[in-house]
C-alpha cells in the first residue's frame, strides 16, 4: 500500500510562497537564535537534506515532486507537512491530520482498496488465536486508512504510520513458535507461488505459446504448490485458495494452449472461461467442478487437486457469508 501513495501539490504558486516564508523564518532565526537550543539540533539532524534539496529545486515542480515522493510516507517536509511546537521546553515536531499546500494519496484508489480489503479479510478470517483487543486495534487503524482515502484532500501518511505500528503490534503478540514458523512457511509458499506466476505468467499479457518443457516446469511446480497448500489445513484462506487455484489452472490452460484450438465451444476453450471465472474471485465451486466433470466425458482432464480445491471454497461459503456482516463495518 506504502508504494502506491504519491505527492500531489495542488497549488503550485501557493507552496513555494509558502516555502518562501519558510526560508525567511530560517535566516531570520541563524540571525537572532533559536527561541530553544534544542531546535537547531533537532532541525539540523532531521530536516536539512529535504528541505535543502527542495529549496534548490526552486520554481521546478517535477524536481519538488520527485524529491517529496522518495518516501512519501517517512520522509516529510518540515515546516510544511512537519510543524514545529514547543511542549514542555522540548520540541516535537508534528504532522497534521490534513494539509492545505499538498496531498499524499494512493496513484490508483482501486488497488489501494484492494490490498486494503485484502488486510481486512486477513484479520477478520484468521484461524490462529490472538489478542482480540490487539486485533481490534488494527481493524480501528484500517478504518481509519478507509476515512482518510475518502477525503478530498487526502493525506495519508499519518494513518499509514498508524497502522503499520497497529500491524506490527498485531505481529509481534502473535503466538509462539509454532505460529512463527507456520508464518515462515506460509511466506514461502506465497513467494513461491507470486515467483512461478511471475516466471510463467503475466496477468497483462499472458503467453500464448511456451516450449514443452517450460510448460512441464509450470505445471508440475503449480501441483506441488497446491499440495503443499491442501496438505496445511491451517493456511486454507479463502483468497488464497482461490489464487493457488487459478495458477494451477493456468499451467493446465497453458498446455492445452499448445495444441487445442481455443474456441469458445471447445474443451480448451470451456477451460479458459472457468479460469478467468475464477481468477475474479466470483464463482460457484459446484458448477465449476460439473462443467470440468462434463468437459472429461469430452476427453479434456485437469489436474485432480483442482477439485479439493474447489471444494475448500464450497466448505468456506458459508462462513464468508457470516463474516460479510462484520465486513459491513467498513
Not at 511542549?87 to 490490498?115: C, Q, Y
Request: proline fraction near 6%; glycine fraction near 2%; charged fraction near 30%.
Amino acid at each position: 500500500m506504502k508504494s502506491l501513495i504519491r505527492t500531489e501539490i495542488p497549488d503550485f504558486a501557493a507552496f513555494e510562497n509558502a516555502l518562501k516564508n519558510v526560508r525567511q523564518q530560517i535566516d531570520r532565526q541563524k540571525q537572532e537564535g533559536p527561541p530553544e537550543p534544542s531546535f537547531q539540533l533537532q532541525y539540523q539532524v532531521d530536516s536539512n537534506d529535504l528541505l535543502m534539496a527542495v529549496f534548490a529545486a526552486g520554481a521546478s515542480r517535477e524536481q519538488v515532486l520527485q524529491l517529496l515522493n522518495r518516501d512519501p510516507i517517512y520522509e516529510q517536509l518540515p515546516f510544511v507537512e512537519r510543524i514545529p511546537v514547543y511542549k514542555s521546553g522540548e520540541l516535537i515536531w508534528r504532522t497534521p491530520l490534513e494539509h492545505s499546500l499538498i496531498r499524499k494519496r494512493p496513484v490508483d484508489a482501486a488497488r489501494f482498496t484492494k490490498l486494503l480489503d485484502q488486510l481486512e479479510a486477513l484479520l477478520i478470517e484468521s484461524r490462529v488465536p490472538h489478542d482480540k483487543a490487539v486485533r481490534r486495534e488494527v481493524l480501528d487503524a484500517v478504518a481509519r486508512v478507509r476515512r482518510d482515502l475518502q477525503k478530498e484532500t487526502a493525506y495519508m501518511p499519518t494513518s499509514l504510520q498508524a497502522l503499520e505500528k497497529k500491524v506490527s503490534d498485531y505481529v509481534h503478540h502473535s503466538p509462539g513458535a509454532i505460529a512463527k514458523t507456520r508464518k515462515e512457511r506460509l511466506d514461502a509458499l506465497l513467494i513461491e507461488v507470486i515467483a512461478i506466476r511471475h516466471k510463467y505468467w503475466t496477468e497483462v499479457d499472458p503467453p500464448k505459446v511456451m516450449a514443452s518443457a517450460d510448460i512441464n516446469c509450470y505445471k508440475r511446480a503449480a501441483q506441488k504448490l497446491a499440495k503443499e497448500y491442501l496438505d496445511a489445513q491451517w493456511m486454507y484462506t479463502p483468497w488464497l485458495t482461490t489464487y493457488i487455484l487459478a495458477t494451477l489452472l493456468d499451467a493446465e490452460l497453458m498446455a492445452l494452449a499448445k495444441d487445442a484450438p481455443m474456441e469458445q465451444a471447445s474443451p480448451a476453450g470451456v477451460l479458459k472461461i472457468i479460469r478467468d471465472e475464477v481468477a475474479t474471485g466470483r464463482y460457484d465451486g459446484e458448477e465449476t467442478i460439473r462443467r470440468l466433470l462434463q468437459q472429461e466425458e469430452k476427453g479434456l482432464y485437469v489436474s485432480s487437486l483442482v477439485y479439493p480445491l474447489l471444494r475448500l471454497n464450497i466448505t468456506a461459503a458459508p462462513a464468508r457469508q457470516h463474516r460479510g456482516v462484520a465486513k459491513n463495518i467498513y
